[in-house]
């Protein structure tokens, strides 16, 4: 299996397509990422690639799988990436 991209793999790609610097482009990218965390609370869109969502899960019950004690596991807010069906289908074929 292929190894992830770093981040400065990821930089020298971007710089390369829209033709800046890698510094800028690692502006760019940086931007991008601190606007998806300030506005991930209300929902953020990205344009054929996903969106974040904030989701609340109910307390529930679970089990230690070390001791198979019962515990109860609370509720809490979570951050859930949702794949847009252009991606999906860009990828999967």
Known sequence: M????????????????????????????????????????????????????LVNRKARMGRNPATGATIKIPAKRVVKFRVAKAAKDAILG
């Open 2 to 53: 292929a190894k992830a991209l770093t981040k400065s793999q990821i930089v020298a790609g971007v710089a390369e397509a829209v033709e800046l610097s890698k510094k800028q482009a690692g502006a760019a990218i940086e931007a991008l990422v601190c606007l998806a965390y300030k506005n991930a609370k209300n929902g953020f869109t990205l344009p054929g690639l996903g969106k974040l969502v």
